[in-house]
């Protein structure tokens, strides 16, 4: 059975900095390409990272580009997540993904 487990969000002040981890099961973690998305309230899904089988490919979306890391241990089966220089608009429920799997989230939110 998949189970994907994320952790490690949070209330942090503008420019803050929260290190996301999401714990795999149930699936060969290394075989996989992971993803992050996140989703604010009233709003619809956004895809901010892609991060290839072995680690060595990246995509992130504009909007946290040079902010956040994504990162990951085949070996601990965990994908990461390390968000710098967080802003309000940051603040969303964030998942890590893997095919049509998300676990519940963790929550990320920045004040002002």
């Known amino acids: 059975q998949v189970q994907l487990v994320e952790s490690g969000g949070g209330s942090v002040h503008f420019g803050g900095s929260l290190n996301l981890s999401c714990a795999a099961s149930?699936?060969?973690?290394?075989?996989?390409?992971m993803s992050w998305v996140r989703q604010a309230p009233g709003k619809d899904v956004e895809y901010i990272s892609r991060?290839?089988?072995?680690?060595?490919?990246?995509k992130y979306a504009e909007s946290v580009k040079g902010r956040f890391t994504t990162t990951r241990d085949n070996g601990k089966n965990t994908l990461y997540l390390q968000m710098n220089d967080l802003k309000p608009e940051d603040t969303a429920t964030y998942y890590c993904?893997?095919?049509?799997?998300r676990g519940r989230g963790t929550q990320v939110t920045v004040s002002s």
């Open positions: 993904e893997y095919a049509t799997y």
């Open positions: 991060i290839s089988k072995d680690g060595g490919g990246l």
């Open positions: 149930g699936f060969i973690f290394s075989r996989y390409d």
